[in-house]
């Protein structure tokens, strides 16, 4: 398809304008919002030209997807999605006690194309809630482990410093 253009450039007076035929410009695929849902919802694991390695996105917000992949792995580790969709189920319910089991799956998947606030809401504060319970116990960890290498270096706790670290360890058994 072509269109019609003015070369004003090869005519040798301003009276005489030519018209040619040239070519319609090659356009980019129209970005509208059912195009840009559609990139963000495909079901492979690439990441997107808009999305970085770690799911984030251009404004260095993680999709829902990219977040309920954390959550799963804070969760249960590297267990299959299958397993995965209750258990992220029910650490969302908590905070939306209405979410299906089909509507985790879709997010997970990322085939919903919205996002509810109250889910989005449950996505984050189920998400923090795993990160915090996460550092509580690297926390308690390392305090043993410091712990322990105080008492065989012969540096002695006081009481109240071994009362602390054996709270946090039995916070770690729990």
């Known amino acids: 398809m072509t269109s019609l253009a003015f070369d004003f450039v090869a005519s040798s007076s ?6 040619k035929r040239v ?7 129209q970005e509208t ?7 963000l919802s495909s079901n492979d694991n690439l990441p997107d030209a808009s999305q970085g390695d770690a799911g984030k996105t251009e404004f260095g917000v ?7 992949r954390e959550l799963g792995e804070l969760i249960a580790g590297r267990q299959p999605a299958k397993v995965l969709y ?13 979410i299906s089991l089909r509507r985790v799956r879709a997010i997970f998947n990322g085939e919903a194309s919205r ?23 690297d926390f ?7 712990a322990k290498q105080l008492a065989e270096n012969g540096i002695p706790l006081s ?4 009362r602390v670290v054996q709270a946090m360890a039995a916070e770690v058994a729990a």
């Not at 070519?23 to 695929?29: A, F, T």
């Not at 919002?33 to 990139?39: F, I, P």
């Not at 996002?115 to 116990?137: F, G, P, T, V």
């Open 62 to 68: 993680s999709s829902p997807q990219a977040m309920l």
């Open 86 to 98: 209750p258990l992220i189920a029910t650490d969302l319910r908590h905070y939306s006690p209405d």
């Open 14 to 19: 301003p009276s005489q304008v030519y018209a």
């Open 115 to 137: 996002l509810w606030d109250d889910e989005a809401m449950a996505i984050r504060m189920a998400l923090s809630q795993r990160r915090n319970a996460k550092a509580r116990r």
């Open 140 to 146: 308690a960890r390392a305090a043993a482990e410091m």
């Open 159 to 162: 009481a109240d410093q071994h």
């Open 33 to 39: 919002v059912a195009n840009r849902l559609e990139s």
């Open 23 to 29: 070519p319609l410009p090659v356009s980019k695929r």
